[in-house]
């Protein structure tokens, strides 16, 4: 019985210094975590921190594979089953340290066997997809708990009673959610073991949140759900916070890049202060008591944080130039007084806000790619370490160190990976026969995991007849696709020149023939167009092109529709004019086809190769920017819920009348309520979120300020200059900075030169860490060893 409670239990606080402590005890085989030093953490907050032993030559020890406790073990008569089970457990950890490089996940986590049964069931598909699917429910509930977006409509004129869920139905969802967390913290919790988890930020702030949003559930029920703020409501975001590595680093970044943002934005609060007292001190000049009012100070420099409102909404250029207008009216020269105020503000230091979050965010990609590489090979040279230790390397001599192909062939055949990428790395290892791999070999083996292979088309089918096999070489021609989008093209041109004649009458008294004909000709064409290179490529090798599919889709769905319309209200014919039948009107029917048909165009984009690059380069930044994304979505969330708190309710509709008209004169022009901007509210979510979106894009956001300020208070004005703050000058710069930063690097010629036609390299499409390899700094082989050293839950022997 001792030797199971040795195998999971903790070997935190064991001492490692000495000859007796390199090697763990007999039966001992995997234990805890602990921390690394300041500057080694990476975005997760493990780190190893425990001192290295001075050693020129070591192995990998886990208590089985030890050559001294392994002989301490044959000593005491371990039988062979014994030694088999021994060897299992080096293969399932081998097994996990690869899929952990597959994955760039961290090494540092328990590696006894149930620990690694647990680890492997935690990263799987379902595992992850069931964590993913509960934090989007759980962010999903403020759509549909009180205050409920369940409305047509969000304008407090036209907005009908929403449906409100009972108490404790959302809360039961609610609940099940932090079930799920509170679970996924604890898996974690026990993975790195609970000296780590005490030193772990995330994972602590993690129980906090689910300890807080507990406590705050328990009180929604206590009063029926009848409380005026849920906290847990503002916490929510942190789950997918934390359950996102790329996100936690992007906070890293905006983190140390702060100090900087704020220097800019001290010269841009000195830069307002400055002007703002200019301009009330400007536009107060030559006034006398029986003289006309200054029209401008009484519009916008009335008093100080007026001033200072209408010069921040100058910033942006959204009341521009109509904060100007009054005084240029009066005289020339004090367009001079906003001139420069834009110039210096909106042209100089807000670019140069941007430049300095640029130059802080140059090196991000190169530095996600550095420790996407670094966490790879040191994941391969963990598995390495362990093979390379199995008891029963035969044929070995002390000097001979390696890792036998067999026992590598057994960890692929385990290991999670893509099909393609595992059938090239067997083939590789299958060429070394009997030789052992060394660790240079062992490394290049996986460098296959930074390759895409090139998906082959099928054959073509084979024809006898001469006058086929003419007819397939015609239709197969890339001129057949030009034809094609010159045929696109036409049809994208007549349905433009019909928008144009017909934008001045209605639906129904529209004359449809022509058009109804042309579309008839067009969709008999791409029918042909379709089953002409299916003849040509065969079914499959049709299949087989993306552009096909989506071609042959939407093919498909504009037939169908066009079937139905005739079928509906007949050939086209002149004055055609039907009445309503059915679900859609003719009109309907004809918008919808047409609507497809545009859609249909996109297939040039594939034949034209610049428009081409920049949709594929478009595409790949998704990947890169969806942690940007991510702190978005984050910040957004937070932002509405305060906003729900704040401001519900504030926005009533007009009594007595649903609508003003814009010649109201109860109004001023351009008000709120001229604009009729009602829709823009905070009585739920989904409106919460379109009227961030509004303030962000800073077109005409001054009339929401006043509007709320006017509703609510001048301090309503913190919260949306804080939104203005945080989403257009941060995260915009920031995105822009990112998308600078990858657009550079792949439109670098040298960063796109391919390997030529024929070679085995022409096969594979190339990643964007083999596309950036040459810049990339290969990790060390003392810098790998040493972090393996620093592992928890690994032994060095000597």
């Known amino acids: 019985m001792a030797e199971p409670q040795a195998e999971s239990e903790p070997l935190l606080g064991r001492p490692r210094g000495g000859r007796g402590h390199d090697c763990p005890p007999p039966g001992l085989l995997a234990c805890s975590s602990v921390q690394v030093g300041p500057g080694l953490e990476d975005e997760d907050g493990f780190s190893p921190s425990l001192p290295a032993p001075v050693a020129l030559r070591w192995t990998l020890c886990f208590g089985f594979a ?41 090494i540092y986590h328990r590696m006894d066997a149930r620990s690694m049964w647990l680890y492997r069931w935690y990263y799987s598909n379902l595992c992850q997809r069931t964590l993913s699917f509960t934090i989007f429910l759980i962010l999903f509930l403020a759509f549909i708990e009180t205050p409920s977006s369940l409305t047509r409509s969000a304008d407090v004129r036209y907005r009908s009673l929403p449906w409100e869920p009972p108490c404790g139905l959302t809360e039961a969802v609610e609940l099940l959610c932090l079930l799920v967390f509170v679970a996924d913290v604890s898996v974690k919790g026990y993975l790195v073991g609970w000296s780590q988890f005490q030193k772990n930020l995330w994972l602590l702030a993690y129980l906090t949140v689910l300890a807080v949003s507990l406590v705050d559930w328990a009180v929604s029920l206590s009063l029926l759900c009848q409380e005026p703020l849920r906290m847990r409501r503002l916490l929510r975001p942190f789950f997918l916070l934390q359950n996102s590595s790329m996100m936690k680093k992007t906070l890293k970044c905006i983190r140390w890049s702060l100090p900087d943002m704020a220097s800019v934005g001290l010269l841009l609060a000195i830069h307002l202060c400055l002007f703002t007292m200019l301009g009330m001190l400007l536009f107060t000049v030559g006034e006398k008591q029986d003289a006309e009012p200054n029209r401008e100070r009484l519009a916008y420099f009335r008093n100080l944080p007026e001033a200072l409102t209408s010069l921040l909404v100058l910033l942006t250029t959204a009341n521009n130039p109509d904060v100007m207008v009054p005084a240029y009216s009066k005289n020339r020269a004090y367009a001079i007084f906003f001139i420069v105020f834009t110039l210096i503000g909106s042209l100089f230091l807000m670019n140069l806000l941007t430049a300095i979050i640029y130059n802080q965010f140059r090196g991000y990609l190169m530095k996600s790619l550095q420790t996407s590489l670094f966490r790879r090979r040191l994941g391969t040279r963990a598995a390495y370490e362990v093979l390379s230790s199995m008891p029963g390397q035969a ?58 292979v090139i ?62 004909i042309l579309d008839c000709i067009f969709i008999l064409y791409y029918v042909l167009e379709l089953l002409l290179k299916v003849f040509a490529l065969g079914p499959w090798g049709y299949l087989s092109y993306p552009s096909n599919v989506c071609d042959g889709l939407l093919t498909s769905i504009l037939l169908v529709l066009e079937i139905s319309t005739l079928a509906v209200y007949g050939f086209p014919h002149p004055r055609w004019r039907p009445e309503t039948l059915g679900l859609l009107s003719l009109w309907d029917m004809t918008r919808l086809v047409n609507m497809l048909i545009v859609f249909r165009f996109l297939r040039v984009i594939p034949n034209m190769k610049p428009m081409a690059m920049v949709v594929s380069t478009v595409l790949g930044l998704i990947q890169n920017l969806r942690a940007f994304g991510g ?168």
């Open 395 to 452: 044929g070995a001599t002390p000097e001979a160190v390696g890792v036998k192909p067999q026992n590598l062939l057994l960890v692929l055949q385990k290991v999670q990976m893509s099909s393609s990428h595992k059938q090239a790395i067997v083939e590789k290892v299958r060429s070394y026969n009997d030789v052992l791999l060394s660790v240079d070999e062992f490394q290049k083996l996986f460098n296959e995991l930074d390759k895409s």
């Open 455 to 516: 998906k082959e088309h099928p054959p073509r089918p084979q024809y006898q007849s001469p006058f086929l096999q003419t007819a397939q070489f015609l239709f197969s021609h890339h001129y057949f696709d030009y034809l094609g989008n010159v045929i696109a093209l036409s049809n994208l041109v007549s349905i433009c020149v019909f928008l144009v004649l017909d934008a001045d009458v209605l639906p129904g008294n529209r004359d449809d023939f022509v058009l109804g």
């Open 631 to 798: 702190i978005l979505v984050v910040v957004y969330y937070v932002f509405a819920i305060v906003g729900i708190s704040l401001f519900r309710g504030t926005i009533v509709a007009p009594f007595g009348n649903s609508s003003l008209a814009p010649a109201n004169g109860s109004v001023s022009c351009g008000s709120f309520e001229q604009l009729e901007y009602w829709a823009n509210n905070f009585d739920d979510f989904a409106a919460a979120l379109v009227t961030l979106w509004n303030v962000m894009v800073v077109n005409n956001w001054q009339v929401i300020l006043d509007a709320y300020e006017r509703y609510v208070g001048p301090w309503s004005k913190v919260y949306f200059v804080l939104w203005w703050l945080v989403s257009s000058v941060i995260w915009v710069n920031l995105f822009l900075a990112l998308l600078l930063e990858n657009f550079l690097h792949r439109w670098d010629p040298q960063n796109h030169e391919q390997p030529p036609a024929g070679t085995p390299e022409a096969t594979y499409r190339m990643s964007e860490e083999l596309m950036f390899r040459d810049i990339l700094e290969e990790p060390g082989d003392e810098e790998l060893t040493e972090k393996l050293r620093r592992h928890p839950h690994l032994w060095l022997c000597r």
């Open 66 to 106: 030890c050559p001294v406790v392994g002989l301490l073990l044959r000593r005491k008569g371990t039988t062979a089953s014994g030694a088999l089970a021994r060897q299992d457990l080096c293969i399932d950890q081998a097994v996990v340290f690869i899929e952990d490089a597959v994955q760039y996940r961290s």
